[in-house]
C-alpha cells in the first residue's frame, strides 16, 4: 500500500480528472453502441369544424381522447399489441392555434413505432366518425406514419457527451477532494556556529576543510611541525 501511494504521488495533481474523462468517454460510447434502440414514427389527423374555433377546442379534446381506453381498445388489433402496451408506447401532441392531432408511435423495430401511430390516428379518426352526428366535427387523416429510418435514441453523439460530462465531473470532484499535494520543503544549509547569519544574507554552503599537509605539501607539513624546510 505504501509503494502504491509513492508512485501516485509522482503523478501529476490532475490525474484523476483525466482518469475521469477517459472512463467517462468509455462508458458513453458502450451505452450508444449496447443500449436498446427505440424508433420513433408520427402520424397527424386534423379536426374539422364549421367554426375554426371550434375546431380548434375539439382537437385538445379528441387529443386527450386519443389515450384512452376506447380508442386504445379499437386500436390494439391493428397494432398487434395489447392496450396497455399501446399506451405506454403512444403519445398525442395538440396545438393551441391549429385543429391538428400529431399522434408518435415508439416501438423496439421500425415497424413497431409505424404501426402504433396509424392504426391510434384510424382508431381516433374511427371514434370521432362515431359520434359526428351530434358533434358535428369530423376528423380525417392528415399524415400517415412512415417507418423511420434512424433510432430515436440513443443519439450516440449525445451519449458520448453526457458520459465524458459526467465523467470530468466526477474525476474534478476527486481532484478537489484531494487537493495539491503541497511541494516537499528544501533542505537547509549548513550554517558555521561562528559566522552570523543576516536575515537578507544568503547562507553560503560550509566547504570541507583538509588536512593542511596534504593541501600544501611537504614542505608545508614540515613548516608546521617547527622544522623549516632544508634550502636547496
Known amino acids: 500500500m505504501r509503494e502504491l501511494r509513492e508512485r501516485v504521488s509522482w503523478l501529476p495533481f490532475w490525474w484523476p480528472a483525466a482518469c475521469g474523462l477517459l472512463l467517462g468517454l468509455l462508458a ?14 408520427e402520424a397527424a389527423v386534423v379536426v374539422t369544424a364549421g367554426d375554426p374555433a371550434s375546431a380548434v ?3 385538445q379534446s379528441y387529443g ?21 402496451t399501446l399506451r405506454t408506447r403512444v403519445r398525442a401532441v395538440t396545438s393551441p392555434d391549429a385543429p391538428v392531432i400529431g399522434i408518435t408511435g415508439t416501438g423496439p423495430r421500425p ?3 409505424a404501426r402504433a401511430a396509424g392504426a391510434v390516428a384510424r382508431a381516433l ?9 351530434d358533434t358535428g366535427v ?3 387523416p392528415l399524415t400517415e406514419a412512415v417507418l423511420p429510418t434512424a433510432p430515436a435514441t440513443p443519439v450516440p453523439w449525445l451519449s458520448v457527451a453526457l458520459g465524458a460530462c459526467a465523467g470530468a465531473v466526477a474525476g474534478g470532484t476527486a481532484v ?16 558555521r556556529p561562528d559566522q552570523p547569519v543576516r536575515p537578507d544574507q544568503p547562507v ?5 576543510v583538509r588536512a593542511l599537509g596534504a593541501a600544501a605539501g611537504p614542505s608545508a607539513a614540515a613548516g608546521v611541525n617547527g622544522l623549516a624546510p632544508h634550502p636547496r
Do not use: K
Open 64 to 84: 386527450r381522447l386519443a389515450g384512452g381506453d376506447a380508442v386504445l381498445r379499437t386500436a390494439q388489433t391493428d397494432a398487434g399489441v395489447p392496450a396497455a
Open 176 to 191: 478537489l477532494v484531494r487537493g495539491v499535494p503541497a511541494r516537499r520543503p528544501l533542505r537547509p544549509l549548513p550554517v
Open 111 to 113: 415497424q413497431d413505432a
Open 125 to 133: 379518426v374511427a371514434h370521432a366518425a362515431g359520434a359526428e352526428a
Open 138 to 140: 369530423a376528423v380525417i
Open 204 to 208: 553560503q554552503p560550509v566547504q570541507p
Open 57 to 59: 377546442g375539439f382537437a
Open 28 to 41: 458513453g460510447g458502450g451505452h450508444a453502441l449496447w443500449a436498446d434502440r427505440e424508433y420513433a414514427a
